[in-house]
C-alpha cells in the first residue's frame, strides 16, 4: 500500500479512481485548508469516533505535508485537487478504521521515523519502556554490546538501541520475511545498516553465538481474545505479530527456552509484556535459571517490561 508522501513524491498525478473512490471527495473539491477541516471533523463525529476535531487537524495536516499549528494558521488556503483528494482518500480509510501512521506508512518511534508495511506491527510508544528499561542498565553506552532483537518487525528495537549506543552491533530476526525487508530498508534510511544484520528466523533458531543483550516484544495476545480487539488492531496488525496462542504465553515459552544459549555472561534480556502478564513471565523465566532483574511499568502505570539476567 504506498504511502500519501510516496505519491507526493513520484511526480505522477493520483489516477482519477483516487478521486472517484471516496464518495466525500466531491465534498472537498474547490474547497479551502479551513472547509476541509469541518467536512473531515463533521464525518469523523458522525461515524462516531472520539476527538473528531484533533483526529481531523491531524489527518488534514499529514495529507497536506503540513504541521498542526500551519493547518491553523492558514484556513483561507485554498486546496488543490491533488490535495483535496489526498484528504479525501485518508479521510476514507480513517473511517474504515486504518490508524493514520498505516495510511501514512510510518511512525516515529524513540525519535526516528521507521516505515510500515502489511507484514510490521505498527509500534506502539508503550514499547518505547523497553528501551527505556535497557539503556537504565547500560552502565558505558562506549561498550561494543552485542544486541539481538527476537521478532524485530519494523526493527523499532534494535534500531532505537543502536541509535544510542554507538559502539553496538545487533541481528534483528522475524519469521516474516516481509517484516525483515521493511526493518532492513529501515536501518539503511536511519544511517544503522553498517552495524544491523537483519534476518529471517524462528525465534533464534538461525542463531549462533552469545549476546550482552536480548529484546523481544512477543505477540502476547491469547489466539481467543484478538477477535475483540479494536478495529484498529485486529484489522491492520499482522496477525502474526499479535497471537500469543492459547494463553498468549506461547511466544515467552519459546524464547524463554533459547536464552541460556543465547546470554553472554550477565547478559541481559528485556521483553515487552501485555497487561498482567508480569507474575506469569516471571514464573517462566525463572525455570530457565535466569534471574528476574525487574519490571518497569509504562506511563499508564502498567508493568510493560521484565527485565532478567544470565549468571556471571
Ligand atoms: C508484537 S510484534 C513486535 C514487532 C516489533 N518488535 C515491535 O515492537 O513493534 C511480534 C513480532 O514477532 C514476529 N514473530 C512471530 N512469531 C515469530 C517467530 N516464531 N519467530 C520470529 N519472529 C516471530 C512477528 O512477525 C512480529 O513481527
Redesign the pocket.
Known sequence: MPAPQDEEHSGVAPPTSLILRSPRSGRLEGRTIGSALEVAAADLTSAGFDEPRRRARRLVAAALGLSVTEVFAYPERPLTDREASRIADMLHRTLAHEPLSRVLGTREFWGLELRLSA??????PE?ETVVEAVLARVTDRGLRYRIL??????G??LLALLSELPEATGIG????PG?VAMARDNAVALGLAGRARLLA???AAAIAGRFDIVV?????IATAAIAGLPPEVRDFD?Q???DGGADGLE?YR?IAAALPRLLAPEGLFAA?LGAGQDEDVTAILAGTGLAVDGVEDDLAGIARCILARSGP
Do not use: F, K
Open positions: 507484514d510490521t506491527l505498527d509500534p506502539r514499547t532483537d527476537l521478532g524485530t518487525g519494523s523499532c528495537l530476526v522475524d519469521r516474516a517484516a528466523s524462528d525465534w523481544a516484544n512477543p505477540p502476547y499482522p502474526r505479530a499479535l511466544a519459546a515487552e
